[in-house]
């Protein structure tokens, strides 16, 4: 049945939801890892402890970067985000694991990202050397709406080609990265700890990091998850410049 495209609005949005679906990760799997180096099976005893006497140990590993302990352990977060950023993301491919919805097996839906007025629009300086800076009320009308004219063009070929008959994963061509997807990501604190030091701007960081924004918002929300359930660890990351060990 072929749609009215009258009846087609985008849903323009300017988040990103991240959510911890499961996982096996505290203070405590740092150190039962780290003193079988000594204690061998006895390390298991770690287990039944307190982390919080052993917290030196913690920053111990971090400042001198004994990084294996940090691997003991998983999350994994259910991300929504638009395309571009889950492109950005997937270059981080060391104690990652991904799985995407399709547009080969569903028909996408029609959700897509706008900035709102927080996001600076404007980019100053040359290649390496640039900030950005606040957009004029002009710049922002105009993103808004171009971006939801182009978003319900692309749209409506989208549907035009599904109704003809045009096989999804050929259909979906026209759609642009500002379509949002969501996507299952797993990793360890090292791994995130990793992607923390590149994705995110922090007054802590010993290395300077300039994140496209959009990525930042993700790492921000899983950072938030990650500090709740390993408050040591994280401590002792700030602590230690931001790097990982």
Known sequence: MTRNPDDIKPSLRSDVT???VKHTAGDSDVLWAARVSTAGEQSLDELAKDPERSKGLINYLMRDRHGSPFEHNSMTFFISAPIFVFREFMRHRVGWS?????????????VFYVPDESRRLVQEGRPGKYVFVEGTRAQQELTGRV???SYRQAYEAYLEMLDAGVAREVARSVLPVGLY???YATCNAR???????????HEMAKVPSFPQREIEMVGEKMEQHW????????AA????GRVAP
């Open 18 to 20: 991240v959510e911890l």
């Open 147 to 149: 971006m939801e004219d």
């Open 181 to 183: 997807s969501s996507m």
């Open 227 to 234: 500090a709740g359930l390993m408050p040591l660890t994280h």
């Open 98 to 110: 991904y799985n995407e919805e399709s547009g080969r097996y569903r028909e996408l839906q029609p």
């Open 237 to 240: 990351f700030n602590a230690n």
């Open 191 to 201: 791994s995130l700890m990793h992607f923390l030091g590149l994705r995110t701007q």
